[in-house]
T-cell receptor, first 116, second 114 residues
């Protein structure tokens, strides 16, 4: 069974400072990893993904994430946070070994709050 | 704008009733997935439809069922509603079933069961 852990319910950061939102995962085969963002009363928006290749992936709005196989982690990062980045962030995983198409397992989410 | 539209946006039902939620996928997408997001939780996979057939299911009972139509739009039906079915129901469309592409989510249908 696949699972995702987001250990922090909330992350607070000052605008202009770097931010990190943590994610660890568990799958049987090679992981397909995703980050999505959710604004209040809205659906989820795709930020970035890791399927294979370079461990550092870059995505939308200046976000990036680093895949670390030995630590089974896929932390989301941004060098300089903006107030408009404040939202709920979800990490998700799919087991690349088994079938199941678009069955993603999501974490419980991390609320990011960026303050002036 | 993602192009995935869901209806209705909000609805209230009573326990035991039945509900149908609708989803129009983004142009060019042939796969639709449905997720349930309870308050304060991450989305949970219900099932996926590809070529008008269910192609993958999560840990949900049979009273959760669906359809996909030739134009790739989809319905989620829930029978015998329970209080715990209160949640935001999200539809996501994509192309194919390889699972390597991003999902495009609608804004959801918020169901309240009283």
């Amino acid at each position: 069974a696949q699972s995702v852990a987001q250990p922090e319910d909330q992350v607070n950061v000052a605008e202009g400072n770097p931010l990190t939102v943590k994610c660890t995962y568990s799958v049987s085969g090679n992981p397909y990893l995703f980050w999505y963002v959710q604004y209040p009363n809205r659906g989820l928006q795709f930020l970035l993904k890791y399927i294979t290749g370079d461990n550092l992936v870059k995505g939308s709005y200046g976000f990036e994430a680093e895949f670390n196989k030995s630590q089974t982690s896929f932390h989301l990062k941004k060098p300089s946070a903006l107030v408009s980045d404040s939202a709920l962030y979800f990490c998700a995983v799919r087991d690349g070994l088994t079938g199941g198409g678009n069955k993603l397992t999501f974490g419980t989410g991390t609320q990011l709050k960026v303050e002036l | 704008e993602t192009g995935v539209t869901q209806s209705p946006t909000h609805l209230i039902k009573t326990r035991g009733q039945q509900v149908t939620l609708r989803c129009s996928s983004q142009s060019g997408h042939n796969t639709v997935s449905w997720y349930q997001q309870a308050l304060g939780q991450g989305p949970q996979f219900i099932f996926q439809y590809y070529r008008e057939e269910e192609n993958g299911r999560g840990n949900f009972p049979p009273r959760f069922s669906g359809l996909q139509f030739p134009n790739y739009s989809s319905e989620l039906n829930v029978n015998a509603l329970e209080l715990d079915d209160s949640a935001l129901y999200l539809c996501a469309s994509s192309f194919g079933t390889a699972g390597t592409g991003e999902l495009f989510f609608g804004e959801g249908s918020r169901l309240t069961v009283l």
